[in-house]
Structure formats: C-alpha cells, structure tokens
C-alpha cells in the first residue's frame, strides 16, 4: 500500500462528497499505521512522523464515523 496515495484519494473522495470512498480509503490507512506501516505526509509542511500519525488517525476516525452516520 502507498499511504501517500490512500491519504490523497481519501482527501479528494471527500471533497467530491463520497463518502463511502472516503470511508475505504480510511480503514485502509488506519490498518496500515496499526500494522506500524509509515504515515502520509498530511500537510504541505513537513511534519514528525509521530505528528503525521496523529492527524492521520484523527481525520481517518472522523471520516469513518461520518460515512457511519450518513448511511454511506
């Protein structure tokens, strides 16, 4: 799995507002950081690793919940 490429397909299924796509993306990239995988780089600045994963994780649960509640 590329990470970088999940989070990006993530951001923009997202943005287009689907959910469900956002959704697999998300438990995707949450599989791969509980199997010690790296994290995506998720803002334009670099960021620490541990920083990486915190946002990752953080957006990754928000997602999933979201397409949980919109029935998606």
Do not use: S
């Amino acid at each position: 799995m590329d990470p970088q490429v999940a989070w990006e397909e993530m951001l923009e299924a997202l943005a287009t507002g689907d959910f469900f796509e956002a959704d697999i993306r998300a438990e995707g990239l949450i599989d791969w950081l509980d199997r010690d995988g790296f994290a995506p780089q998720t803002l334009m600045r670099l960021l620490p690793d541990e920083w990486d994963r915190l946002i990752c994780r953080y957006l990754c649960r928000k997602i999933m919940l979201a397409a949980q509640l919109t029935g998606k």
